[in-house]
């Protein structure tokens, strides 16, 4: 298990790398001058110099980019034009929001999205899985985007029942949070109940079907029990995926949510940066999330390892 674990480990550095090259790369040949491009073409000559020198536009590429990567490494991602701080005490203040809401999204749509697969498999074909069907399909065609807005106007503008935009700490102000984290977890949550609902059926009727579940049942032992202690322990594993896969995307895919409701997180972070051609706010915001998405990955690896003894020999 540790040796599985140290090979993971070693292959995630591996592609950590090639995303910060690419990174780099990326932004470094975009078109025009980055400093006159986060700054704007009115500005001082002192304060073009500064910047010039704080990009290592001075430097050659090669060197600029082992520069950067060593100081990224000890969290130093530079100066942030458009907030006029470091960014990792930027990236400290807005991370925290976008953990909280996908935390909160994620351990909100595993349990719902599985039951609801275990309701659908269970009664295949009836009435309750028809719907239960229809309503993972649509569902999980719908973006957070249009989801956000919808919900906007239906709540907030039409019938006035919850706050707009914004966000507080529940302990701050408990009952404005709660009205503030509404709307937008359920728009980060309805996707991923629909997607796991919709696995967790396919894997269900997979694993129902076969011949260690016919001899349980043959046994005498009550459906409830072979389906919670026999079935979905085989059908959750290639659920442990798509959890890994939606957590993950939560952290970097809730710009739009946090756009939408005005909540200061990273996601909202990320258009504020692009926006504003805010080079090292950008180079960090990627960089973390593909370091998430990384996490994540060695994460679901463990999972399948302590879920299926297979995986482990």
């Known amino acids: ?12 550095m591996i592609v950590l790398i090639i995303v910060s090259i ?3 790369l990326l932004v470094s040949f975009l078109p025009g001058d980055p400093v006159y491009a986060m700054l704007g073409g009115e500005i001082t000559p002192e304060t073009y110099q500064r910047w010039y020198l704080e990009l290592g536009l001075d430097k050659p590429l090669v060197f600029r980019y082992f520069s950067w990567v060593s100081k990224a490494v000890v969290g130093n991602f530079g100066l942030s034009a458009s907030q006029h701080k470091p960014v990792m005490d930027v990236l400290i203040e807005r991370v925290p929001v ?15 999205g599985i ?28 973006p957070q985007f249009f989801l956000s ?37 359920l ?15 396919s894997s269900m009727l997979e694993v129902i079907s076969q011949d260690y579940i016919r001899t349980a049942k043959s046994k005498g032992l009550t459906n ?17 995926t798509l959890m890994g896969m939606r957590l993950s995307g939560l952290i970097g895919g809730s710009l739009f949510v946090e756009s939408v409701f005005n909540i200061a997180g990273m996601g909202n972070l990320m258009v504020t940066a692009i926006q504003a051609q805010d080079i090292p706010l950008i180079q960090a ?27 482990r020999v």
């Open 22 to 24: 690419f990174i780099f």
């Open 98 to 112: 976008t953990i909280y809401f996908s935390l909160l999204s994620f351990f909100l749509s595993v349990p719902i």
């Open 115 to 142: 039951v609801l697969g275990i309701i659908s498999a269970v009664n295949r074909g009836k009435k309750i899985d028809s719907i239960l069907t229809t309503f993972a399909n649509v569902c999980s065609c719908l």
């Open 187 to 201: 728009c980060l949550s309805i996707g991923g109940i629909a997607s796991i609902c919709r696995q967790t059926r």
């Open 149 to 185: 807005v919808l919900f906007l106007y239906l709540f907030s503008i039409k019938l006035g029942w919850l706050p707009a935009f914004g966000f507080v700490w529940p302990w701050e102000n408990l009952v404005q949070s709660l009205k503030q984290t509404v709307m937008p977890l």
């Open 285 to 311: 915001c990627v960089m973390l999330i593909a370091l998430v998405g990384c996490g994540m990955n060695i994460l679901t690896d463990i999972i399948y390892a302590v879920v299926d003894p297979k995986i």
């Open 1 to 12: 298990m540790g040796q599985f674990i140290l090979k993971r480990l070693g292959q995630t």
């Open 224 to 240: 409830k029990k072979v389906i919670y202690i026999h079935a979905l322990k085989n059908a959750l594993i290639p659920v442990v």
